[in-house]
């Protein structure tokens, strides 16, 4: 965020904390030595803004900053892995002081901080990723397909891949049966944890034995709070990918019209993105509809934020590459409006970068 006035901060800061933007009231020692984590989290999600000097009531207080405490960002997304750069300005707003901005860019690779943790910015707090939600978010910055990797950006620990007919086979759930209750606990803060502990079993249990599990998280996925619908979207994609050939189908046919839904009215962005990409991580013939439906029709304010075209690699390896290539095509002809083709413009060409070995 460049060349902002008190006025355009009062407005953005209006907007409340969310993914992409943070409140601080001061960044002391110990908040230093943890900023790497706020810096990982918020290049892993959409990038963003924190700024220093505004209270969690989107009060203005001000903030006495120099240039050691400048450095001492920039050091601390060194420590990150791969590196991150933030760029730092100062807002001075009369009669109260300064207000810094630093901006973090969104990035085409998963971070680690210092403590080699993949944290994660989603709504108004960071998680730390488990392995099936760092799988997810790779997954959607086009870094993992299918069970490879792509490129060297960062070294991320995958799970053992599908089971074939050669291989052990995972052990029954056993004890696990107990989360499902607090998978429908009254409290959000518990079915969130309940999930995330779900999730460190998907790959070595067999959690679809879990009589009513599935049951249980396709209610979830009207839970209340957003960051547990992002959980549950997470844990669906990590549960979809261990299932047999002929269940995966009843798998989809069943969770197909509520990601769509989700994709197109969610409250929350963070939501509307994940279900765009799990709609492409599926082979949904209608991910296509969906993502360019957005194209056409979502404002500037929440396009960006959505990131449509992260699938695509996802898209053209389950579908026909020419098929979705020239749908985009025919809806650049189509549209009049410059914004709109800037639009289609842009995701020709992230079609492009996905798929340059495809073709």
């Known amino acids: 965020m460049a060349n902002v006035g008190p006025e355009e901060l009062k407005q953005l800061i209006a907007q409340g904390e969310g993914t992409t933007l943070d409140f601080k009231l001061d960044l002391r020692e110990d908040s230093l030595r943890e900023f790497s984590k706020d810096l990982a ?60 901005v630093i901006s973090v860019p969104k990035s085409g690779s998963v971070h680690q901080d210092s403590n080699l943790r993949y944290p994660l910015r989603i709504g108004n707090s960071t998680v730390n990723m488990d392995i099936a939600l760092l799988i997810a978010v790779a997954k959607g910055k086009g870094l993992v397909v299918g069970d490879q990797m792509v490129g060297n950006q960062v070294e991320i620990h995958l799970p053992t891949p599908p089971l074939t007919r050669n291989s052990p086979a995972r052990k029954r759930p056993g004890k696990l049966r107990f989360l499902l209750n ?25 959690t679809e034995e879990l009589t009513g599990l599935e049951d249980k998280i396709f209610a979830m996925l009207d839970d209340p709070k957003a960051t547990v619908r992002v959980q549950v979207l997470h844990q669906v994609s990590a549960t979809w990918s261990q299932l047999a050939a002929k269940r995966k189908k009843r798998f989809e046919r069943m969770l197909e019209p509520k990601l769509i839904s989700m994709a197109k009215s969610d409250s929350d962005s963070s939501v509307r993105q994940r279900a765009v990409t799990l709609l492409c ?12 439906d957005i194209m056409r029709t979502e404002p500037e304010a929440t396009f960006e934020r959505l990131g449509v075209t ?44 996905a798929t340059w070995n495809e073709m």
């Open 41 to 100: 989290a918020f290049s892993n999600a959409d990038g963003g803004d924190i700024l220093v000097g505004v209270a969690d009531n989107k009060e203005i207080v001000g903030v006495e900053w120099d240039a050691e405490k400048s450095a001492r960002v920039q050091f601390e997304g060194s420590r990150c892995n791969p590196k991150i750069q933030p760029s730092i300005s100062t807002v001075n707003v009369p009669k109260v002081g300064a207000v810094v």
């Open 182 to 206: 607090y998978l429908g606990d009254e409290s959000p803060v518990v079915r969130e944890e309940a999930l995330k502990e779900l999730s460190r079993y998907a790959f070595r249990y067999k």
């Open 281 to 292: 991580e599926l082979g949904s013939e209608s991910a296509i509809e969906v993502i360019v």
């Open 310 to 353: 992260n699938g695509f690699r996802e898209l053209a390896k389950r579908q026909s590459i020419m098929l979705l290539e020239k749908r985009l095509f025919e809806e650049l002809r189509r549209q009049n409006a410059p914004e709109i083709q800037a639009r289609f413009q842009k995701a020709i060409d992230d079609f492009r970068n």
